[in-house]
C-alpha cells in the first residue's frame, strides 16, 4: 500500500493530516492515525502540515538542489518582489556561446519537478540537449523535416490530395505557416539560427498523455524552468515550432529517446542573454470579468 507512514511514538493526533487530505484516506481509530482506503495521491500534505515529524513517505523524497534543501520563507518574500521578478523575465533570442554547467541543468530540473500538477499525476519527463553542437544537429533535423513539408505544401496537387492522408493539416499549415518557414529556410542558408537563437542548450519537456491534465502539467513544470533560470543569470525561449515538429515527426523523439506514444509540451532554448534588458516590458490591454 502506497501512502504515508505514521510514527505513532512522534503523533500528537493534532488530526490536521486527517483533515489536510484531499483524499480522505486518514483517519483515527483507536487512539492512533490509520490509513481507511488506498487512494492516496502522494501529495504529501499531510507531511507538510506535521510539526512532530511524525509522518514519512517510502515513495518521495525531498529534492535536492546545489545549494541544498530549500525552506520554508513565504513570509519573507512580498508580493512586490515576487512580481518584479516575473516581470522582468524575457524571452531571449539572442543567446551567448558560453556553455550552461551541469549543475545548474540539474537544479532547473529539480525546479521543475515542483510545479503543481493535476491529481499530483507528476508525470512529466525531460530530455536535456547540452552542447551546442548538439543543439545545432536538433536543428538541422527540424530544418530537414520542414524541407519536405514545405516541399509538399508549395505543391499544389500534393497539397491538395494530402487532405486523404491528413485531413486538412497541410492545407491549414500553408494558410499560416508556409511562408515564414520558408523565409526561415532561406534565412538558414546564410547561417542564421532563427530556431534555437544560438542557445547552447535545449530542455525539453515531455510526458505521457495520462491524468486529467497532462499539457497543463507540462507546461508548469516548463515555466518553473523559465523562471529559476532567469534567478540564474540564465535567458530562455519557447519554440514552438520545435514542439510541433517533435509532435509530426516519430523518428525525431526516437532520435532523443522521447517515446512516441508521449507528447511534447515545450521546448525550451537556455543560455546566457547576450542582450541587457534595462526595463520591464509593456504588455496588451487584457479583459477581464469578476463574477
Known sequence: MTGPIIDKDKCTLCRKC???CPKEILSIKNNEIVIVHDDCILCSHCYCVCKFNAIQFNELKQPVFSFGHTAVIKDEIKPFDIISFIHSRRSVRRFKADPVNTEMLHDLIEAAVLAPSASNCQRWQFVVINGREKVL??????KNFFIKLNTIAGNPILRYLSVIFAGKKILQYYKNNYESVKLGLE?????KDLLFHGAPCVIIVHSDMEGSMPVEDGQYAAYNI???????GLG????GYASATLNSAPSLKEKLHIPEHNRV???????????EFVKNALRKDYDVKIV
Not at 544537429?137 to 527540424?142: F, G, Q, R
Open 18 to 20: 486527517v483533515d489536510i
Open 137 to 142: 544537429m536538433l536543428a538541422e533535423d527540424i
Open 187 to 191: 534565412r538558414a542558408k546564410e547561417g
Open 226 to 232: 523559465a523562471l529559476v533560470a532567469h534567478s540564474m
Open 236 to 239: 530562455t525561449c519557447f519554440i
Open 265 to 275: 509540451h515545450a521546448v525550451l532554448a537556455l543560455g546566457y542573454p547576450q542582450v
